[in-house]
């Protein structure tokens, strides 16, 4: 039995657990749903099941970075509950903000500011001086502004704006949306298919942020509304940037993590915005997850253990 590592990374729409060796190698990887606590019931049983059968390794710490959690919050313990029940007594367990993880592996330990966009949204300042700050983070009943449910959701409000008002500027894009949703694009059938699409999701916050891939690609194709969309995301991430950089006094640089800046145009909106184009993270969110845990375990995580992490992550691809 060797001695091994683990992380998860577990956000709205997918959870991600992997486990390596003191050499930085990957020993086993595993995919589950999203996992967060707010909109899942069942996000228990992900994470469980994730976690199910680990007891072939010699776990020597474990870094559990989870969409919602906080340590302040009462209704957390219930996170902490589930991991300490899968993994037993004996595994030495650091819970964390999945932002946190993000920041740690963009910014391998040093200063920085970490957008992250995905499924929700939220920033996190970290000045490796004083108590991380988070900016936004409010969930999608209160903020979430730039993430890719709010994107989202503000494209199915433009369509059915359309079909309530049909209103022929809006017409060219309700059209393109409603086509690339597999839905019928006459406005006399699209309102009871897109509430009918809406109602059969498995998860509906999950498939409204999958839009958010939908909008890029309109944009690319031409469509200024889908364009003005990823812009007006970029505009509040970039002022999130902003208000956490006022706050901290200093101008740290900025990284990303998320789905969302899988879109050039969002990317280089924030970049405009800014004034300066980004940090490549370091180390995906999983990555900064598995650093800590090494760290924790007290292995000597040198800049070359690093580079093999990160090559060894890539490959999991």
């Given at each position: 039995m ?16 992997m ?7 990957v ?5 589950a ?6 909109d ?24 559990i ?5 906080c340590?302040?919050r009462?209704s ?14 004996d ?16 910014f ?32 999608y ?5 730039g ?45 009871e ?19 958010a ?23 509040c ?39 300066e ?41």
């Amino acid at each position: 039995m060797n001695d091994a590592v683990l992380a998860v990374d577990g956000g709205g729409t997918h959870t991600r657990a992997m486990i390596v060796g003191p050499d930085g190698h990957v020993i086993e990887h595993r995919l589950a749903d999203g996992c967060n606590a707010y909109d899942k019931a069942d996000w228990a049983d992900t994470l469980t099941g994730l976690l199910r059968g680990l007891n072939s390794y010699r776990l020597r710490a474990a870094t559990i970075g989870l969409a919602g959690y906080c340590a302040q919050r009462p209704s957390s313990r219930m996170q902490e509950d589930a991991v300490r029940n899968a993994l037993g007594p004996d595994v030495m367990i650091s819970m964390r903000p999945d932002v946190d993880i993000a920041c740690a592996g963009a910014f391998v330990g040093a200063p920085g500011i970490l957008a992250l966009a995905g499924t929700g949204s939220v920033i996190w300042a970290d000045d490796c001086r004083h108590p991380p700050l988070r900016i936004g983070g409010w969930g999608y009943m209160l903020g979430d502004e730039g993430s890719g449910y709010w994107i989202g959701r503000m494209a199915l409000h433009r369509v059915a704006r359309y079909l309530d008002a049909r209103h022929a500027d809006d017409a060219d894009f309700a059209t393109r949306l409603l086509r690339a949703m597999d839905l019928p694009s006459d406005p006399d059938r699209a309102g009871e298919a897109l509430l009918e699409w809406q109602r059969v999701q498995p998860h509906a916050r999950s498939a409204i942020a999958a839009l958010a891939r939908v909008l890029d690609r309109l944009a690319h194709d031409g469509s200024a509304d889908a364009r003005s969309i990823l812009l007006d995301a970029a505009r509040c991430l970039a002022a999130q940037v902003t208000v956490a950089r006022t706050r901290l006094g200093q101008a740290l640089p900025w990284s990303y993590a998320g789905s969302v800046f899988h879109s050039r145009i969002v990317m280089d909106g924030m970049t405009h915005l800014l004034g300066e184009g980004p940090q490549v993270p370091r180390l995906p969110p999983i990555g900064g997850a598995l650093m800590q845990a090494a760290m924790c375990a007290d292995w000597p995580v040198d800049a070359a253990w690093l580079d093999r992490l990160g090559t060894e992550i890539a490959s999991t691809r």
